[in-house]
């Protein structure tokens, strides 16, 4: 599957390879609120509220200035909590797991007309490189759910390192005001396995061996300079 994926990308890249033109790239800043989980990873299990902010570049793809090409840089808030809603008052509900990136998405942008402020949809990879990470708070009587490896014999080679690279798609749906200010409600589903130390967690739950993706969800606004 992960093969299929970075095939059609590189396909796609080429075949728009000759058409960009790089003499017209516009520049600008992006920022907003994230809200992001991480599946089969912690129990209990809840979503963390963070953010994103970066620089970006809108590379022309086509002579009508509809369809673009939009790498970003970011610093990329993610990860989760253990803000289960069932588990108030318990173990573990306290609990932070906080991953942070600098994340490089990589959007093919299309306008739905050549209108100065019109909607636009985008769609692309994204790579995120972890800088830090941090668990705070009780994390729910577990010791291997920490970064440090426990010292108890029985939790040997299990715990809660993330991995320092991770993948994943974009996609995106926003409103542009005139190509220059720009609101987007982006979803990036996770590819990558987050921790992967956590799947020989003890326990018979069946989740445990499952891979732990990270889906964040986020809203932010965009200023793109003339």
């Given amino acids: ?17 000759a058409q960009i033109d790089f ?11 994230t809200y ?17 902010g970066g620089v970006l570049a809108l590379i022309p793809l086509d002579s009508n200035y509809q369809f673009y090409l939009q790498p970003q840089v970011e610093y990329y808030g ?13 173990s573990g ?7 942070n990136y600098i994340s490089v998405p990589i959007y093919f942008k299309g306008y739905f007309s050549e209108n100065e402020s019109e909607f636009f ?6 790579f995120n490189f972890l800088i830090n990470q941090k668990v ?44 220059q200010l720009e609101i987007t409600g ?10 992967k130390n956590l799947m020989s967690e003890p326990g018979t739950d069946p989740n445990i061996a499952k891979k732990k993706t990270e889906q964040v969800i986020s809203l932010g606004l965009s200023y793109i300079f003339e």
């Fill in 23 to 33: 003499s017209s790239t516009r520049y600008g800043l992006t920022g907003g609120g």
């Fill in 36 to 52: 992001s989980r991480i599946t089969n990873a912690h129990n209990p299990s809840g979503a963390r509220i963070s953010g994103y």
């Fill in 93 to 99: 509900y306290n609990a932070v797991y906080a991953n």
């Fill in 121 to 126: 949809a985008m769609a692309g990879p994204r």
């Fill in 186 to 195: 982006r979803y990036d589903l996770g590819l990558g396995n987050v921790y």
């Fill in 136 to 179: 705070e708070g009780e994390p729910a009587n577990r010791p291997y759910y920490k970064v440090e490896q426990s010292p108890l014999p029985q939790y040997a080679g299990v715990n809660g390192k993330a991995s320092s690279f991770n993948f994943a798609l974009g996609f995106g749906l926003g409103f542009s005001y005139k190509r």
């Fill in 78 to 90: 993610a990860g989760e909590s253990g803000k289960d809603k069932n588990a108030k008052g318990k």
């Fill in 1 to 17: 599957m992960k093969k299929i994926i970075f095939s059609s990308l590189l396909l796609a890249s080429l075949s728009v390879s």
